[in-house]
T-cell receptor, first 110, second 113 residues
Framework: RKEVEQDPGPFNVPEGATVAFNCTYSNSASQSFFWYRQDCRKEPKLLMSVYSSGNEDGRFTAQLNRASQYISLLIRDSKLSDSATYLCVVNSWGDDKIIFGKGTRLHILP | DTAVSQTPKYLVTQMGNDKSIKCEQNLGHDTMYWYKQDSKKFLKIMFSYNNKELIINETVPNRFSPKSPDKAHLNLHINSLELGDSAVYFC????????????FGDGTRLSIL
């Protein structure tokens, strides 16, 4: 099993729809989790951290399921500007491993 | 002001050459990183430095040698470039080791002819 796995997509979603994608991780010692966004030919940028209790930032909701070892990102009322690749990041304390998933491509269709 | 800046932005060179990429951050962060993003868009960490000390050294050919003259700079020197080195190389920094967010530079697009 790969350390961090994401469905590469692309997810083609009409504007205004809700879209969700998951990221699974294999190391149960993983301690912190994040979603980054990367636009085409640009650098990755932090979108949001993922807290154990789940957290929301505007139209974005992130959740963590430690038992099943996955994190999720939900985007409500999607906008054209949400089109990007969403990268899952997992940090393991102790060995300081930082692992990026390969990303999920999202295309919002007008 | 650019937070993390890397130069050059594009680098086209021939196989066998030696090249360097420079990175500087003005955020006052302690930790800096080099990542490689290949044609399949997989972003993989190569090195991490904390206060000029090497912390993470992933399985990277020893043709790649990072150098950190101070905590604001982390340069990457590559010897004997190979076709497989073609990728986008991102420099990043974070406040402390293992913390987020990481702030990324714009990337250096390296093409080997």
């Amino acid at each position: 099993r790969k350390e961090v796995e994401q469905d590469p997509g692309p997810f083609n979603v009409p504007e205004g729809a809700t879209v969700a994608f998951n990221c699974t991780y294999s190391n149960s010692a993983s301690q912190s989790f994040f979603w980054y966004r990367q636009d085409c030919r640009k650098e990755p940028k932090l979108l949001m951290s993922v807290y154990s209790s789940g957290n929301e930032d505007g139209r974005f909701t992130a959740q963590l399921n430690r038992a099943s070892q996955y994190i999720s990102l939900l985007i409500r009322d999607s906008k054209l500007s949400d089109s990007a690749t969403y990268l899952c990041v997992v940090n393991s304390w102790g060995d300081d491993k930082i692992i990026f998933g390969k990303g999920t491509r999202l295309h919002i269709l007008p | 002001d650019t937070a993390v800046s890397q130069t050059p932005k594009y680098l086209v060179t021939q196989m066998g050459n030696d090249k360097s990429i420079k990175c500087e951050q003005n955020l006052g962060h302690d930790t800096m990183y080099w990542y490689k993003q290949d044609s399949k868009k997989f972003l993989k960490i190569m090195f991490s430095y904390n206060n000029k000390e090497l912390i993470i050294n992933e399985t990277v050919p020893n043709r790649f040698s990072p150098k950190s003259p101070d905590k604001a700079h982390l340069n990457l020197h590559i010897n004997s470039l190979e076709l497989g080195d073609s990728a986008v190389y991102f420099c990043a920094s974070s406040l402390r080791q293992g913390t987020q967010p990481q702030h990324f530079g714009d990337g250096t697009r390296l093409s080997i002819l």
